[in-house]
């Protein structure tokens, strides 16, 4: 089931700066590399990770909670 409306995907098209999340998945879908973005409620880090990624270490809190865009959308 897609979930285009989760708020940190919001926030990491914002980050990427498209205003819409359709948009940003559609740029980003068939990537090897994909914006991911932290999972913890205190940070909102940014990456280019796997399009699978979904426990990526984060550069900014040290947890390992790093979660491409495309597993928030529900695409993989
Ligand atoms: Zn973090």
Redo the contacts with the bound molecule.
């Keep these: 089931m897609f979930n285009l409306s989760h708020p940190k995907l919001v926030t990491l098209a914002e980050a990427e700066g498209y205003a819409e999340v359709a948009n940003f998945l559609e740029d980003h879908t068939l990537g090897s590399v994909v914006p991911a973005i932290?999972?913890?409620s205190?940070?909102?880090?940014t990456a280019d990770l796997e399009p699978d990624q979904r426990a990526g270490f984060?550069?900014?809190?040290?947890?390992a909670?790093?979660k491409s865009g495309l597993v928030f959308a529900g695409l993989i």
Aim: glycine share 6%.
């Design positions: 932290c999972v913890a205190d940070c909102d880090h984060c550069e900014a809190c040290g947890r909670s790093m």
